[in-house]
């Protein structure tokens, strides 16, 4: 299910998304670093952090729109029967591109664990949230009503319209406000008691500051663009200056309303010092944020002095990602100007799309110029988007290229050229596969006449649906002689194998005979998790000669399980072989044959495969 969702253009959607927010947000912290080191007006510097964090979530939602209206698969162009392989090709197509990896395609990845996060960071919320809500009912008690007059007469000081209560908490250690509607001053059990009133007036006035603002709403939906965007360092340096510069705020309008910056500045410092006492071996004496709000205060002429930091991981974010769209922007280019690279343009990269009056034009064209012109107009016929910058039929036409080449390729044949190879770049990764790579006893469906058969190893890919070929289309791929290579057979009796005993594999082909002074091929085998054996050849002294390989693997009852014929053109370090077997004891019989000169090399090896 989650390999199936990965494939769906939300997925490849999101992942873009994540892609391009990392220099959107890079851009957007090096705009109020700007700002930051131009100004020192705390209203300016919280009004941009706040601009620049909606902006960046903005940036997200919009580039998520805009993604999402790329179709993520394209079908291939309409097609009335399986192509052909072609003939006499023998390099593999190849994309025209830099050594870089095309990363796009792991993308969609990026979604499930953004998800994860998201999810985890937001109930990290909420669970603050539910605290911060206990807070006002749990461990308070009401003070004395000139405290609650006092406070009303500081509101009506500041124009805040709404109501506030005043409680003391035995739970909160420092004074802050919790709600929006009906917002309620919490102060620390004793602190009334414990400053001058003129401090504890300093202090409700700050917190009836954050009231007048909405500081509340704000720093809630602050949190929630946090957890969203909860991956990226830019959005939470962002973040980090709005909430710096909403308290810094709130004390210049506590300055204005009082006129005096040292008798605040001394209240902030004897608050500082009555949570000292409450929690000594959590905080130093000169710690805290406190601390910097009051060398604010009283250092007017301090100019600002913002870490380098983000600085420095914006820029770098930003080099990366220009480095990484340079790269991505050169794969889309057209294949070079030269005739040899025009020929194998034709002959192998679009050998199984390219219809045969577009190939017999091509193929009368007398100049590069026409044929870079040709090829252009070639991609634009079959893409979906016309007048995007991108082709997205050309982008998956090469991706399924890559994906034939790493999934089927084989000791003789690369991967694009094998019959699965072929029907996979053509009509694309199969809705459903069903795999008998051991062969052996096969139950036939009711479809194919029913009863027990014995098979060759094979495979059966269906398509739900082919263009312009129809519905529940079924293809199979058999493997006669044990090599790896799956053939594309048009029966389903064609992968029956009635003359073999159940579960043998079919004799090999007659192989050279080694006598008995036949020096060894160095060979060995190689366990992996349990379940495949791995026979390496060493070819290092074969030179420039074409080599031949020749292999049995056979249980301990003598049954035959898998053989292997191969052909390697020199110079080549090793040979290896994979075979996939069930828990047993096995023997494997190898000859190596030097194809200039005739002369023979063997091996005979007993393994174990728990």
């Given amino acids: 299910m989650l390999e199936h969702w990965i494939q769906s253009r939300a997925a490849a959607a999101l992942g873009w998304t994540l892609a391009h927010s990392l220099w959107q947000g890079a851009i957007a912290a090096l705009a109020l670093m700007a700002i930051v080191w131009l100004t020192r007006s705390a209203r300016v510097r919280y009004g941009a952090a706040c601009l620049a964090l909606l902006a960046l979530f903005a940036s997200f939602v919009v580039t998520f729109a805009i993604e999402m209206q790329r179709p993520a698969h394209v079908s291939p162009a309409k097609t009335l029967s399986i192509p052909a392989a072609p003939r006499g090709v023998d390099a593999p197509p190849q994309r025209e591109r830099s050594g870089w990896p095309d990363w796009s395609e792991y993308l969609p990845w990026l979604a499930p664990f ?4 998201v999810v985890v960071f937001q109930l990290r919320s909420a669970a603050n949230w539910m605290a911060a809500r206990r807070l006002r009912r749990r461990g308070v008690c009401i003070p004395r009503d000139s405290w609650q007059s006092r406070l009303d007469r500081l509101r009506d000081r500041l124009r805040v319209s709404k109501t506030v209560t005043l409680l003391e908490s035995a739970l909160a250690d420092v004074p802050l406000v919790i709600g929006y509607l009906r917002p309620v001053v919490l102060m620390p059990a004793g602190l009334l008691t414990g400053l001058p009133a003129a401090h504890i007036e300093a202090i409700l006035l700050h917190e009836l500051a954050h009231i007048r603002r909405h500081d509340y709403l704000i720093n809630v939906l602050q949190a929630m663009i946090e957890g969203l965007l909860f991956y990226h360092p830019a959005a939470w340096w962002i973040s980090s200056v709005a909430r ?28 500082e010092q009555n949570r000292n006492v409450m929690q000594e071996a959590a905080l130093a004496a000169t710690g805290g944020t406190l601390m910097k709000r009051i060398r604010r205060l009283l250092s007017s002429a301090e100019g600002p002095r ?3 930091t983000p600085l420095i991981t914006g820029s770098i974010l930003v080099i990366a990602l220009t480095g990484a769209f340079a790269v991505a922007q050169t794969q889309r280019t057209p294949p070079p100007a030269s005739s040899t690279a025009y020929e194998r343009w034709v002959n192998e990269d679009v050998v199984y799309i390219i219809k045969p009056e577009e190939r017999a034009a091509f193929e009368k064209l007398t100049s590069d110029d026409e044929r870079k012109q040709f090829i252009e107009q070639f991609w634009l016929r079959r893409d979906p988007t016309p007048g995007t910058p991108e082709n997205e039929f050309k982008d998956e036409y090469y991706r399924r290229i890559a994906r034939a080449n790493e999934r089927f390729v084989t000791a003789t044949l690369t991967g694009w050229k094998t019959d699965r190879g072929r029907i996979y770049i053509v009509f694309g990764p199969p809705d459903e596969i069903e795999s008998h790579r051991s062969g052996g006893i096969y139950q036939r469906s009711a479809a194919e006449g029913g009863g027990t058969t014995t098979t060759y190893p094979f495979e059966a890919w269906l398509y739900r649906y082919i263009d312009g070929v129809g519905n529940n289309v079924k293809i199979e791929f058999v493997d006669r002689d044990g090599s790896g290579a799956y053939r594309m057979v048009t029966s389903a ?18 192989w050279p005979t080694p006598s008995p002074d036949t020096p060894s091929a160095g060979a060995s085998v190689h366990v992996t998790a349990g379940i495949s054996a791995t026979v390496s050849v060493p070819l290092q002294n074969y030179g ?3 080599v031949g390989l020749y292999g049995t693997v056979v249980d301990k009852t003598g049954r035959q399980v898998a053989t292997f014929e191969d052909s390697v053109q020199g110079p080549a370090q090793a040979y290896a072989k994979s075979v996939l077997l ?4 096995y023997h494997v019989d190898i000859v190596v044959q030097d194809s200039a000169s005739g002369t023979l090399a063997t091996d005979s090896l007993n393994f174990q495969v728990n």
């Fill in 544 to 546: 420039n000669h074409r």
């Fill in 244 to 271: 710096a510069e909403r308290e810094n705020c709130c004390d210049d309008l506590v300055v204005a309303a009082q006129g005096d910056a040292y008798e605040y500045a001394a209240a902030l410092a004897a608050l």
């Fill in 114 to 117: 953004w998800i994860a996060g």
């Fill in 582 to 585: 069930a828990p047993g004891s």
């Fill in 306 to 308: 913002p870490a380098l």
């Fill in 493 to 510: 009796s064609d992968k029956e194998s009635l003359a073999l005993p159940p579960g043998a594999m079919p004799a090999p082909k007659p």
